[in-house]
């Protein structure tokens, strides 16, 4: 990271500490018009220091590889796709995949924060699903919050030698799970429960999720397993370039 | 492609499909209706009243109501769309790239 950049980092980083004290919450798809204002400003600033090193990760991902743009294109289609497709669940209710965890395995958290945002964008937008006031709390959940979960787990089984097809599995079903988790925390807190406030409140809300997402969770691992495994037989050049093979097959 | 890695993906991909499915058939009647909004009933009994959105989606400002069902279909189709072409536009030409490779091998 050069010089300018870090020191555009460290404008962001103060900004969201300082909007991101007020007190804030609703997440993963939160309705429009959901979360109270001063909710929607704080989430909107902690997303802001995420999304602008997002943007130098892609930057310094492209200028190396300049071959990467094609699997990172794909990795933001992926979202595209998973976010559109409304599955059936156990439940009796409808939910979507997030589709994050595959960018977040290639390319890092960060970088995925903008696909993320992208597709959110699009869906207030157009499909009055989530919403701009919310957007900032549902890029958090979804385009944060989830990646990072996937990208620790990856790297955490990576260091336990776990089979590497499991490990992009197990990162892409956790990832998809705790966005909904992150979600439910974050309506939790801007509607805190009468009798036993905000904890209470965010049990309530993952007693919603939860069992819904489960399912789609396990599909979101599967698929996004299917198409790692894609990419290593087309795509080998490229995924040692960013560095997700190392060795020869 | 390895043909046992061939079949782990086909195996992979019909169980996809069967856990999507499943439900569908296994709960007769069920709404399936959104879990989003199962979210804002739930804010509705925790606060004990109706919670009445302080803003509203521009599309529904714009259009002075609610997105019609179809048309909401068919962005979320849009949506689908512009997805699975940019995928299967780069996988068909990292198929082919493969192919030609290992011909000059």
């Known amino acids: ?249 | 492609m390895s043909r046992k890695r061939k079949q782990t993906i086909a195996v992979l991909l019909v169980l996809v499909c069967l856990i999507a499915i499943i439900p569908l058939f296994a709960l007769k009647g069920a709404e399936f209706g959104g879990s989003d909004d199962a979210g804002s009933q739930m804010i509705t009994e925790i606060r004990g009243a109706e919670y009445e959105p302080w803003f509203t989606p521009v599309m529904e400002a714009a259009i002075g109501g609610e997105l019609p069902g179809e048309i909401e279909s068919l962005l979320f189709c849009l949506q689908t769309g512009i997805g699975v072409g940019v995928i299967a536009f780069f996988m068909g030409r990292l198929v082919e790239r493969k192919k030609w490779q290992d011909k000059q091998l």
């Open chain 1, 1 to 249: 990271m050069s010089k300018k950049e870090k020191s555009i980092m460290k404008l962001a980083t103060a900004f969201a500490l300082t909007f991101g004290i007020v007190p804030s919450a609703f997440a993963m798809h939160i309705m429009e018009g959901y979360l109270p204002v001063g909710y929607c400003i704080a989430w909107g600033a902690v997303c802001v220091p995420f999304l602008i090193a997002g943007f130098f990760s892609i930057q310094k991902t492209l200028r190396e590889n300049r071959k990467a743009i094609t699997v990172l294109a794909m990795s933001g289609a992926f979202v595209f796709v998973l976010s559109s497709l409304k599955i059936p669940s156990v439940t009796g209710s409808c939910s979507h995949m997030t589709g994050t965890g595959l960018g977040a395995i290639l390319f890092g958290p960060s970088a995925v924060s903008i696909l993320g945002i992208i597709v959110l964008i699009f869906q207030a937008v157009l499909l009055a699903h989530g919403g701009l006031t919310t957007l900032g709390a549902n890029t958090f959940s979804m385009a944060i919050a989830g990646p990072f979960v996937s990208f620790g787990i990856y790297r955490l089984c990576k260091a336990l030698k776990v089979n590497k097809m499991a490990a992009v599995f197990l990162a892409a079903t956790l990832g998809d799970l705790f966005t909904y988790c992150v979600t439910s925390f974050q309506l939790a807190l801007a509607y805190p429960s009468e009798i036993g406030g905000v904890g209470a409140s965010a049990v309530k809300f993952l007693g919603v999720f939860a069992p819904t997402q489960l399912p789609l969770a396990v599909i979101e691992g599967i698929l996004t397993t299917v198409i790692v495994m894609t990419l290593e037989t087309y795509a080998l050049p490229e995924l040692k370039a960013i560095g997700f093979t190392r060795e020869v097959k």
